[in-house]
Structures are given as structure tokens and as C-alpha cells.
């Protein structure tokens, strides 16, 4: 509340980022049981969790039509009237049910739901309690984050059960964990859709079921909050006109109407037929999950551990690349970098942390290092290797002493010399998770994997990159067989453009979509139209450096080596982003003023002046917002002489092929690369071409959302989280 009074009411979001660089593996380090287990040989006993709750609500549509405001009005409500539930244990499948015949139904299936929850927890646990685990047991529903989730809301809180947390937002609610009060049991109430991409629970059985289950018809526009009881009560089967769809001007046809009828018959009144329904829509859905559990663990992850698919997806990219990590494998490999050579002030300071830290936990200081045991350190730094960690010291890897005994001091006979990173993960006192954690960094290294972020700059730097929002579309009207298609030209002389029909006339509009092209980018399989680094678009691995120094900066970015298809020459070469300004050569405009390449957010006066007669007026006739300034994503020819941001092969692009004139340099930051995405894309392509083949859609496009969830979700930041 007071940082909310301090910034005027305004939400400041501020990103938390490591103090120190670590691999980034969400497999193994955002799964505490697996990282548990691999750091202790253990990986043989990893299991997913393989039992939950399944849910469903079936409700009414109660009429309202109430205003909220100028511009908000409600037309119904959803009334619950009954609820379901299927429970898989480990010793079979069962389900109950309440509706709305008794009090307080919802509160009743509650009680129970926690009850069920007992026995579900007890199954998915280890035998060996001192494996840290996740004890929430998963209640899952369908398209339940939107719906379910808001009509149960009320009913989560109790003097029995709070919410203890709530990730989402107030209309669509991802992850809901209810904790009972003297139980401690708690509930992690999730959507199915979070994993998926169906929109309707059919095509989830279809796409990912193997036929067991499927999913009945119910005459849900026929039942209304006037009629429920009197409609409910009776014995004989809904008429086939019931299942009329008004919305969708559909009917029952009397196939389906047979189907029906064989099923309703063997339901004394439609109470019953209605709970046979409402079971069958929870059991419908273990096929779906189980096939998903399934999938998730080939790629040693727990799927029900995650909040979402770009999560998952993200996970199973980082798990194939990190196929070959041995936790005792040999990583260690000599850096390229200058050697350290410590000065006097920063041992100075380093005798002083050290006197400070042993006096806070009242160790004896007496015989600490000294100022005047600078030369020898310094030659010890200069000469031995870290302890714990072979390779040598560098400018990048600062020296520290490590205590051989955590109850002593730092005095000499009692330190050895050791890095910043190795001495936090001895610190816990977990030798098997501080050996997990030093591989892993040098796995990482000899690897050339992505790490965490640490610099501020640099994430800001690559923060400003991402780029999206509303475009600024120019014309309007397009009509296909009538309209003329159109073209811009520079008249140079009188600094003008001009707008000119051509001879042919439209026949379709054509809307590119780079989202299709996100596993090509990161598959680093060889692309002739790509004419920099042997024609493989690297990936970013870690920040190095950010360069200010000019001559620096133009050899990097006017490095000839781009052309090169020499892999050593490319094998030296690093990844860039750089600050720029910006203009296209004059005489070269027309080469590109029909398709901007630059991409970017730009502040636009909606004036006559700056957007032309044409789009003015139509804002102006159509009493649109006008003579006003908005931010647009707009196609450039230049960097609007403001300072723009640009990979190495973006830039390089702009350079060579649209006659980019580079105006000012403001830095360049440096990355390493690498290329170990590329067993992913191929995997994930061939899975979804197979799913095509075998005519699943609905498979191959989930297998198509993997493949698009992970690219840049290790890059993607709230400003919410860590591990940047």
C-alpha cells in the first residue's frame, strides 16, 4: 500500500534479477523433486503425479440485464445447480455428485472434495519422506479458469478453508491453491485448457483420448432457471426438439437422437440422467490428462507441477538440450578471458567482509587475513586453481576465500581459494546439490547454454526489443475483384510519396504471420536465404559485455567475417545486440518504402499533417479520436531518429539489403551463441507431421504450440519474477 501511495496509485512493476548467473534448466531447477533426485543419483525413482480430481459444474442462465455504468452491462448470470467429481487413486477410479436438491451443495462437495483430497495426497507421495516433494493435490477442470472458477469463488473462502493463493486475474483465474484449516490439506484448483489448445472438451477426448470415454448430449438452452425442477422431475427422456441450438441454428439430428434415447432409458427420472451427464463429462477427461502426464515425463517433467503450456513447452526444450548432462560427467574447459589480478583495494575490502561476517556469527577474527597478506594472495589467486571448481580465475570470475572449517574464522590455515558461485551453493551444506549446481554452470559454459540474466542494463537493453501492440493500418477499404493494387514511390527530388494504382486488381488480402516461423528461427538448421554465419541464425547464450568504445562497436558490427562459411572463423564470432540511429540512403528508398523492415512501437500525432487526407478524414467522418498522439506499431525506413535496438542479423539485414546508413552508436552488448535447439525443433516437427498424417488436427496443433510456446519463453519477463 505505501509503495502504491508513493508512485500516485500508479502499479510500478520493478524485475528481480540473480545476483549471480546460473544455467537456466526449469526442468531440474523448478522442479525441486527431480533436482532432489538427480544431485542424489535418485532420477530412477522420479514419477509425475499420477493422481487427482476432475471437476465439473453444470449451471443455469439466469436473465439480468443489469447496467454498470455508461458502458457495461450484464445480460445473465450463471446459477450452479449441480457439481461432479471423478477421483483417480492409485487403487481405481470413483465419482460423486451434489446438486442443487441439497442445502448448501456447493459447501457439501466441498467438505468432501477434502476428504477425497486425503487419500489422493497419500497416493502421490514418495515412501522416502525425506525427498522434498509438491503435497497440493491437483482439482482439475475444463475451461474452468474463466467459469467455474469465478461461480465457486465465493464458496473457497470459509471458517474451514481460505485461499491461500491466487495467481491470475480478476476474470480469469490460472491457479487457485484453497488450504483447509486443521488438515492442512491444500487444493490446486487448475484448468485443463492451461496445457492445451482445445477450445471444446469433445476435441480434447478426440485429439488425445483412445476412445474409452465419450462425451454425451444434455439440452442445455432447454433448461432455464423457471422450468429446472418441473423439467427435471419428469421420468420419460427429453424430446428431440430440446436439443435445439437457437444460438447456432442447429438441431438434433436422429442419429444422435437414438444415441441418446438408448442412454436415457436406463435412467428412472432426468435427475439421474442429469448425473450420469455431469460424472461422465469429469471421466471423459482423464484420458486427455493421462496422455499429457505421459508425454510430460518422457521428458523427465511433471506436468501437473507447471501453470501453463509456455512453461511446459520451455521445460521440455531445456530437458533435450540438457540430454547429455552427467551429473559426474568432465565439463571443465579453460576461458579465453584475461587472468585476475587483484589489486589492493579489492583485497582491502574483502578483509574487512570478512572481519564483518565472522563477528556476526561470533567467530573468532583474531588471526584473519591481513592488508599485509596481499602479495601472497595475490600470487595464490594468480597461479592455483579454484578448490571446488578446476578451472583458473578471470577478470569475469573473481576470487574468494572459502572456509575448509564453517565453525572457524578466516585465518590463513583455514581458507582456500574458491569463487563467489561455488562458495553459495557450499553454504547449504548439501554436497550432493552443490556438486548438482557447479555441473550444471560448467555444463552450461563448455556447452555455451543459455544463463540467467544479472545485469539490469542488459536485460533493459533486450526488454526494449520486444516489440507488439495495435498496427497503424493506412487504408481501409479493400475490396477483392474491385480495388487496384497500390504502390509507394519516393519522388527524391521533391521529397514527396507517392501512392500509384497498378494494372492488377486484388484478389486477396495476405496476412503474415511470424508466429508460424518461430521454430525455423531457433532450429539452427541451415537457411540459404540467410547469408550471415555459414546461413545458421545462432542462438544467445550469455551476456558478456556492453561496449561503448566506438572503433569497438563498428568492428563488430561491420565484421566481414559474416559472410564467411568457414565454421572456425564462424566459431569466434559473437552475438550482438546494438543501439542505433538510423536513415535509409536516399537514393535506395524506393527499394524498400512498400515493406518498412523496421518493426517498431512509434508515437504518431493523428493530425492531417502527418497521417495524410485520407485516414484524417476517415477518423474525422467516422467521429474517431483525432489531432491526438498514440503509440503504434508501425512499418519504418528508418529509426525515426530515435535510439532503436537490433540483433546482429537484424542489423546486418538492414545494412546489406535495405541500404540502412547507421547515423550513431550508442552500444553494442556481446552474447555467446550456440546451436543445441535443434534436436527440439526436429523432434516436435516430425511429431506434428505425423499427427497430420494420421488426420489428428487437434494433435498436430498442440504439437504446433510446443513448438511455439518455446520460443523466447526462457527470454519472456512479467517484471514479476526472477530467473530472467
Known amino acids: 500500500m505505501k509503495k502504491c501511495q508513493r508512485n500516485d496509485g500508479k502499479i510500478v512493476k520493478k524485475v528481480i534479477l540473480e545476483k549471480l548467473a546460473k544455467p537456466f534448466v526449469p526442468h531440474i531447477l523448478s522442479n525441486k523433486t527431480y533436482k532432489y533426485l538427480l544431485a542424489n543419483n535418485l532420477t530412477h525413482l522420479f514419477k509425475p503425479t499420477r493422481y487427482y480430481i476432475i471437476f465439473d459444474i453444470e449451471t443455469l442462465e439466469k436473465k439480468v440485464n443489469e447496467k454498470y455504468g455508461d458502458s457495461s452491462q450484464v445480460t445473465a448470470t450463471l446459477i450452479p445447480y449441480a457439481i461432479a467429481s471423478t477421483v483417480k487413486l492409485a487403487n481405481g477410479i470413483h465419482s460423486f455428485y451434489y446438486d442443487i436438491r441439497t442445502d448448501n451443495f456447493l ?24 525427498i522434498p516433494q509438491y503435497y497440493e493435490v491437483p482439482v482439475i477442470g475444463f475451461n474452468s ?20 493463493k491466487y495467481l491470475g486475474s480478476s476474470t480469469i483465474a490460472k491457479q487457485i491453491m484453497v488450504k483447509h484449516q486443521s488438515s492442512s490439506i491444500q487444493l490446486r484448483f487448475v484448468d485443463f485448457k492451461i496445457y492445451s489448445m482445445q477450445n471444446k472438451l469433445m476435441d480434447a477426448v478426440r485429439d488425445f483420448g483412445n476412445g474409452t470415454y465419450k462425451k454425451d448430449r444434455f439440452p442445455h438452452e432447454f433448461i432455464n432457471t423457471n422450468n429446472y425442477m418441473n423439467e427435471l422431475n419428469k421420468c420419460e427422456p427429453f424430446p428431440i426438439e430440446a436439443f435445439d441450438n437457437k444460438l447456432r441454428n442447429k438441431k438434433l439430428s436422429e442419429v444422435k437422437c437414438k444415441e441418446y434415447l438408448v442412454e436415457a432409458v436406463k435412467h428412472k427420472q432426468r ?37 501453463s503450456m509456455s512453461q511446459c513447452a520451455n521445460a521440455i526444450k531445456y530437458s533435450m538440450t540438457y540430454n547429455g548432462f552427467d551429473i559426474n560427467g568432465d565439463y571443465n574447459c579453460e576461458s579465453a578471458d ?20 565472522d563477528n556476526k556469527k561470533n567467530r573468532d577474527s583474531s588471526n584473519n587475513v591481513t592488508i599485509d597478506d596481499y602479495s601472497y594472495f595475490k600470487e595464490l589467486f594468480k597461479n592455483q586453481r579454484r578448490h571446488i571448481y578446476n578451472p583458473r580465475f578471470t577478470w569475469k570470475i573473481r576470487p574468494m576465500l572459502d572456509r575448509i572449517d564453517n565453525k572457524l574464522g578466516h585465518s590463513n590455515d583455514n581458507v582456500i581459494p574458491c569463487c563467489l558461485y561455488c562458495n553459495v551453493y557450499k553454504t547449504n551444506r548439501d554436497q550432493n546439490l552443490m556438486k548438482l549446481m557447479i555441473q550444471l554452470r560448467k555444463y552450461a559454459l563448455f556447452k555455451q547454454l543459455p544463463m540467467t540474466l544479472t545485469s539490469d542494463e542488459g536485460y533493459q537493453l533486450l526488454r526494449k526489443g520486444i516489440t507488439g501492440g495495435t498496427s497503424n493500418v493506412m487504408h481501409r477499404y479493400k475490396v477483392a475483384g474491385e480495388m487496384r493494387i497500390y504502390y509507394f514511390q519516393f519522388d527524391q527530388e521533391n521529397k514527396c510519396v507517392y501512392s500509384i494504382d497498378s494494372d492488377y486488381v486484388m484478389t486477396h488480402v495476405v496476412q503474415l504471420d511470424f508466429h508460424s516461423q518461430y521454430p525455423s528461427v531457433m ?9 550471415y554465419t555459414n546461413h545458421i541464425i545462432y542462438m544467445p547464450a550469455q551476456l558478456i559485455e556492453k561496449i561503448t568504445d566506438q572503433d569497438r562497436c563498428r568492428q563488430l558490427i561491420y565484421d566481414t567475417n559474416r559472410f564467411f562459411n568457414d565454421p572456425l572463423v564462424i566459431n569466434k564470432m559473437l552475438l550482438f545486440v546494438a543501439e542505433i540511429k538510423g536513415h535509409t540512403d536516399e537514393r535506395y528508398i524506393n527499394e524498400v518504402i512498400n515493406w518498412g523492415l523496421i518493426l517498431r512501437n512509434i508515437d504518431i500525432t493523428t493530425n492531417n499533417e502527418t497521417i495524410g487526407e485520407f485516414l484524417y478524414n476517415h477518423l474525422v467522418d467516422h467521429q474517431l479520436l483525432h489531432d491526438k498522439t498514440e503509440r503504434k506499431l508501425t512499418n519504418l525506413i528508418d529509426t525515426n531518429n530515435e535510439v532503436m535496438n537490433f540483433n546482429n542479423y537484424y542489423l546486418w539485414l538492414l545494412i546489406d539489403t535495405c541500404h540502412l546508413v547507421i547515423d550513431e552508436i550508442v552500444s553494442v552488448a556481446t552474447f555467446t551463441k550456440h546451436s543445441n535447439f535443434n534436436s527440439f525443433v526436429k523432434k516436435f516437427m516430425n511429431l506434428r507431421q505425423l499427427a497430420k498424417d494420421a488426420k489428428n488436427e487437434g494433435l498436430g496443433q498442440f504439437r ?15 517484471e514479476k519474477y526472477s530467473n530472467t
Open 107 to 130: 459447501n457439501k462437495w466441498l467438505e468432501q472434495l477434502f476428504e477425497e483430497a486425503k487419500q489422493v495426497k497419500k497416493d502421490n507421495k514418495y515412501i522416502d519422506e525425506t
Open 145 to 164: 479458469a474463466k467459469f467455474d472458477a469465478s461461480v465457486l469463488f465465493k464458496n473457497l473462502k470459509s471458517k474451514d478453508w481460505i485461499i491461500s
Open 271 to 307: 435427475w439421474d440422467y442429469l448425473k450420469h451427464y455431469n460424472i461422465l463429462d469429469t471421466r471423459v477427461l482423464i484420458e486427455p490428462i493421462e496422455y499429457l502426464i505421459e508425454l510430460m515425463f518422457k521428458y523427465k517433467m511433471d506436468i501437473l507441477a507447471n501453470i
Open 338 to 357: 584475461k587472468p585476475n589480478e587483484i589489486t589492493q583495494n579489492f583485497w582491502r575490502a574483502k578483509v574487512d567482509s570478512y572481519i564483518e561476517q
Open 523 to 531: 532450429s539452427n538448421e541451415p537457411k540459404m536465404l540467410n547469408l
Open 704 to 718: 504446433k504450440l510446443i513448438l511455439n510456446s518455446a520460443f523466447g519463453g526462457d527470454a519472456l519477463n512479467s
